[in-house]
């Protein structure tokens, strides 16, 4: 009974409630690792959908369906029969995993081999039908199955050891020596061992309950417009992150393909030959590995195919890059059009203290210190002009907020000679710049 409560944190991976059941849906037996890296992937063919697996048993064939959900960003795949060896193992090297509750392989996240596999199968990828909220509703009603199961279970498991202890009188000992020890021994111990079954049933029947709520939270979680936009900054990141690999890729790219041009790499002013430019990025590793280098010399490879074999992995690489580019513009345009249809309208940024005007006047001032709270300070603006203020580090400077709360004044470290050099700091004024009126205590906030 333990084993059956062992169940994945999420739907898709197998739960043990229904262990004594015969297996159903398209799984397969579980391959060796495929072998990875150098074997060139065959080219898709034409698409013809629905797309069919190898011979079955029977003589019968597998149909599939490719869906993508831009609600979780998450591919799956809709067989009709049991896998058969060969495409079982395409289907998990390429990260999918099986759902049993959902008769389905589901991938975490897309990514474009998933996506050409998907291709290769089904012919097409359609648009998934269940929305993020309906699933997380199947997903609830299943954990209130397992949490009535549970209770009932603890119920039972608390009458057994109710009937149990209803026989023995209350406040009866165990009679040491009589001949009912062994049997009283074996009660106790048994309505021990039922209590702890019932208390640990109890808790897992409490467990399914909280998950049950959580997976509709979740769902109304992931949909709320507040998070939706942040998760727009999210991809952005991503997008721009992406974008800058692919101009790193067209620089590095780029720079081997030249080296051709003898005046690409020179010597003190003089023309290098092929293979001496070659040689000399490789020795350094820029945009390639570093046995290169070693290859180069022991005769492995030539400086033209490692020009060719470089070139080509950048290529390949760029154009990998670019489906995550597009991929991150879909899925911008489906929460960007998702998001202006709630009427989200972002809440305004907290003002700062860069957004107040910076006055310039002189006189008597007085400013907040910004390491003690409540404290302000008074004191007499130093007149400086544009130039020795521009002398002063960047490091001893900056703008203090006034009393008042309602404008910036500059502070800088004033020196009695040169600027910036000695001294102590100060709240100063531009003598050659425009004077601002000072401020009025009525226009003042806290």
Same mark, same amino acid.
């Not at 509703?137 to 954990?143: C, I, N, T």
């Given at each position: 009974m333990e084993d059956q409560d062992r169940t994945p944190l999420d739907d898709q991976s197998s739960s043990s409630d229904h262990a004594t059941e015969a297996p159903t849906g398209p799984r397969g037996p579980v391959p060796a690792p495929c072998p990875q890296g150098g074997i060139p992937r065959p080219a898709p063919q034409p698409p013809q959908y629905p797309r069919e697996s190898g011979d079955q048993p029977g003589g019968r064939r597998a149909t599939f369906t490719g869906t993508y959900s831009p609600d979780d960003n998450k591919l799956r795949l809709y067989a009709s029969r049991r896998l058969?060896?060969?495409?079982?193992?395409?289907? +998990?090297?390429?990260?999918?995993?099986?759902? &049993? +509750?959902?008769?389905?392989?589901?991938? &975490?996240?897309?990514? &474009?081999?998933?996506?050409?596999?998907?291709?290769?199968?089904?012919?097409?990828?359609?648009?998934?039908?269940?929305?993020?909220?309906?699933?997380?509703?199947?997903?609830?009603?299943?954990?209130?199955?397992?949490?009535?199961?549970?209770?009932?279970?603890?119920?039972?498991?608390?009458?057994?050891?109710?009937?149990?202890?209803?026989?023995?009188?209350?406040?009866? &000992?165990?009679?040491?020596?009589?001949?009912?020890?062994?049997?009283?021994?074996?009660?106790?111990?048994?309505?021990?061992?039922?209590?702890?079954?019932?208390? +640990?049933?109890w808790e897992t029947s409490t467990y399914w309950t909280s998950r049950a709520a959580g997976a509709i939270r979740h769902a109304k979680y992931k949909e709320r417009p507040d998070v939706r936009a942040r998760r727009i900054k999210t991809i952005g990141a991503e997008q721009r992150k992406f974008q800058r690999e692919i101009a790193e890729c067209e620089h590095l790219g780029g720079g081997w393909a030249k080296l051709t041009d003898a005046q690409s790499i020179t010597r003190g002013g003089e023309p290098t030959t092929f293979a001496e430019r070659v040689r000399f990025l490789a020795g350094r590793g820029i945009g390639c590995r570093y046995e290169l280098a070693q290859e180069l010399d022991e005769g492995k490879i030539t400086p033209e195919q490692a020009q060719a074999n470089v070139v080509a992995f950048f290529e390949r690489r760029k154009a990998h890059l670019q489906r995550w580019v597009a991929h991150c513009d879909n899925r911008l345009a489906y929460e960007r059009a998702m998001l202006d249809a709630s009427g989200y309208v972002p809440p305004p940024k907290p003002k700062t203290k860069a957004d107040l005007p910076l006055l310039n006047y002189s006189g008597a001032v007085a400013y907040r210190n910004p390491y003690r709270t409540g404290e302000v300070v008074r004191t007499v603006a130093v007149a400086m002009t544009k130039a020795e203020l521009a002398k002063i580090p960047s490091d001893y400077k900056g703008t203090r907020m006034s009393e008042c709360g309602t404008h910036r004044l500059r502070y800088a470290l004033v020196g009695r000679g040169k600027p910036g050099y000695g001294g102590d700091y100060g709240i100063v004024y531009l003598s050659d710049s425009k004077q601002h009126p000072r401020p009025v205590v009525r226009e003042a906030r806290s």
């Open positions: 058969d060896v060969e495409t079982y193992a395409r289907v +998990k090297a390429a990260g999918f995993i099986w759902a &049993p +509750k959902q008769d389905l392989f589901v991938a &975490p996240t897309w990514s &474009p081999l998933r996506e050409d596999l998907l291709i290769d199968l089904a012919g097409q990828i359609d648009d998934e039908d269940t929305s993020l909220v309906e699933r997380a509703e199947v997903r609830s009603e299943r954990f209130e199955g397992y949490s009535e199961r549970r209770g009932t279970e603890a119920e039972s498991a608390r009458e057994a050891v109710a009937a149990i202890a209803d026989h023995i009188p209350f406040g009866q &000992p165990i009679l040491v020596g009589h001949h009912s020890e062994r049997h009283a021994r074996r009660d106790a111990e048994r309505i021990q061992n039922g209590m702890r079954r019932a208390v +640990k049933l």
